[in-house]
């Protein structure tokens, strides 16, 4: 085992910190680990197995044991953990040191933390890390944000860890501030949005349709080999095939329909309202587990509510075309969480290069999908498109299937199974191409009732009508 200092260490052991402890090391770095629980250390000794690995279970070993200028990763829950982390490591800290918040920190908690820690001299990091508990331990999808030279420093170790995609690794520098904790609170929006689409594609196969979960499990794995080609996609299909050894049936038929939540979509949705940035497909996947989670309301509305409906069409035709639909609507949910961050960097500018995004979430994490390739090209050709669906091929695919994803919104709508993820997507794409939209009855109305004042068509200036005297004053 070498003398050397550690290159890095790692704060947090559980299902995060542990694995990512075991990829550095297998990179060939010298790794420490602390946890607030100390088995946890001793966990991770007994899985090193020859790797070098140090454990501590005291701040004051574990610092001793880092190289300077230190380098620390946090992996901690977001809030008062990390804060708490953070007031007992800074007494033993030295000036240039490099603190890493790996975990899913609230940016603006990110933010004040570069601040606060910057006036000591301490350099922060919030870096979004995602994959899971796999991606961690073979290779994340990384987004860094904070100083740029302290990113430097810590650059050759995540470089290394970060998931390839065609040999590049799934990691960018993505800008000052708070950046890379923005991009991943938006990653999991567009998460969010992309499971309630799988979700509700489920719903209408199997309520709807009345197929089986060997036929479902067929089905995504079909579509898993094509361009729908996406971690979601992969995992769903295996779902379906998951016995339940409790019941003999399968495990998903036996799991509550009661989706829970952390808070990262929340904070996206949130965020495009104060930006102003319309993300209906996120805000209908957040409001969608809010839904779920009325379970006895739902049953109770079931008995004097219920459904109208059975299919009666051809199943074949209503997959075809809910595959295709899928796949015009993942490209909104796409398209709306990177309009949001496009906003964001012009607000708060982070200079995000969208090109650098669709590059790093191509691998390691979890909305990886093949149809990232085909928005680095956008991006590539245009780095300021307002919106992906701006991009000629994107928006030729989308012509080309768009008929589907209007028959498949139609066959839900008849029979009454729930799919607002893709009507949401639906009416995205017609507002977002309208070149007129009803904005101007609104105006009048807003005008009407509260002198609110509009805009003409055909000339300049501000207006108000006297709408009761029918009299327009300029
Ligand atoms: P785990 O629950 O597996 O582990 C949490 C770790 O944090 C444990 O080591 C725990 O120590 C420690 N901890 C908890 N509270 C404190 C505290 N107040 N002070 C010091 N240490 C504390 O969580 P994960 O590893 O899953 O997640 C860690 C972070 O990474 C979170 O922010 C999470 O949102 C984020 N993340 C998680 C992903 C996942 O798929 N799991 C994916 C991407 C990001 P102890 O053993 O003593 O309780």
Known sequence: ???????????????????????????????????????????????????????????????????????????????????????????????????????????????????ELAEKGIHFIGMGVSGGAEGARYGPSLMPGGPAEAYERVRPV??????????????????????????????????????????????????????????????????????????????????????????????????????????????????????????????????????????????AASQVLPRPAAFDGDRETAVGQLRQATYVAMIVTYAQGLALLREASQTYGYSLDLEGVARIWRGGCIIRAAMLEEFRRAYLARPELPNLLLDPDLAMAMREREGDLRATVQRAAGLAIPAPGFMAALAYLDSYRSERLPANLIQAQRDYFGAHTYERVDREGTFHTEWGAMSAVG
């Open 158 to 299: 995540f470089e290394a860890i970060a998931a390839k995609v065609h040999g590049e690794p799934c990691i960018t520098y993505l800008g000052s501030g708070p950046a890379g904790h923005y991009v991943k609170m938006v990653h999991n929006g567009i998460e969010y949005g992309l499971m309630q689409l799988l979700a509700e594609s489920y719903d209408l196969m199997k309520r709807g349709l009345g197929l089986s979960n060997d036929e479902l499990h067929t089905i995504y794995q079909e579509w898993n080999e094509g361009e729908l080609n996406a971690f979601l996609v992969e995992i769903t299909a295996d779902i379906f095939t998951r016995e339940d050894e409790l019941s003999g049936g399968r495990l998903v038929d036996q799991i509550l329909d009661a989706a829970r939540q952390k808070g990262t979509g929340k904070w996206t949705s949130e965020e495009a309202l104060k930006l102003g940035v319309p993300t209906p497909s996120i805000d209908v996947a957040v409001t969608g587990r809010y839904l779920s989670a009325l379970k006895e309301e739902r049953v």
């Open 1 to 115: 085992m070498s003398e050397q200092k550690c290159e890095i260490g790692l704060i947090g052991l559980g299902t995060m910190g542990h694995n990512l402890v075991m990829n550095m090391a297998d990179h060939g770095f010298a790794v420490a680990g602390y946890n607030r629980d100390p088995s946890r250390v001793d966990a991770l000794l007994a899985a090193a197995e020859g790797r070098d690995i140090r454990g501590a279970k005291s701040f004051d070993v574990f610092v001793e044991l880092l190289r300077d200028p230190c380098a620390i990763m946090m992996l901690v829950p977001a809030g008062k953990p990390v804060d708490g982390v953070i007031e007992q490591l800074l007494p033993l800290l030295k000036p240039g040191a490099v603190l890493i918040d790996g975990g899913n920190s609230y940016f603006q908690d990110t933010e004040r933390r570069i601040k």
